[in-house]
């Protein structure tokens, strides 16, 4: 009678397992699941460059409505870029350093390109007669790359060709 109750045991010990068709978790090549590592990346530096790329075409064109479209989506996507950076490092803080040096230069990359898209957008809201719009752009470039950057003076430059301000930056 206890032979009986020990072969339930030995069942669930040793089960009755096939040894055909076992499923094996192996990838064989690790990029294909890093999709946003691959050439086609959405939310990339790379996609904000094919947008201001895609802008200036637009430009030599004169077709200033689709490049005004195309830059703005580069300024949209290099912004929340930079966003998803910033809430990376903050989070990582403390907890993995590797991780915070990664997001402050991505984030960095991020912010100089979203200065060029700034830079070119406010240059056709300019040309276009809008000055008042390409005046937040000015100053974000100043905020995000600071006055002692060659864009940061660049902008004020800018603000002050357009009569926004007065005094000269001698910085």
Do not use: C, W
């Not at 005046?135 to 002692?148: A, D, G, K, Q």
């Amino acid at each position: 009678m206890k032979f009986l109750k020990i072969i339930p045991i030995l069942f669930i010990f040793f089960g009755n397992f096939p040894s055909k068709n076992l499923v094996h978790a192996e990838i064989k090549n690790p990029n294909n699941y890093r999709v946003l590592s691959n050439g086609s990346k959405k939310l990339s530096v790379s996609n904000v460059e094919y947008y201001i790329k895609q802008g200036d075409n637009f430009i030599k064109n004169d077709d200033f409505e689709k490049a005004k479209d195309s830059l703005i989506n580069a300024r949209k996507l290099a912004k929340q870029l930079a966003s998803f950076y910033s809430d990376l490092n903050t989070a990582f803080v403390g907890i993995d350093a590797r991780i915070p040096i990664e997001m402050q230069s991505k984030g960095r990359e991020t912010l100089q390109i979203l200065a060029k898209t700034n830079e070119r957008l406010a240059t056709l809201y300019i040309k276009n007669g809008k000055p008042d719009v390409a005046v937040p752009l000015l100053i974000e470039n100043i905020r995000i790359m600071s006055p002692n950057s060659k864009i940061g003076k660049e902008a004020y430059k800018k603000l002050i060709q357009l009569g926004f301000v007065e005094t000269k930056y001698k910085g």
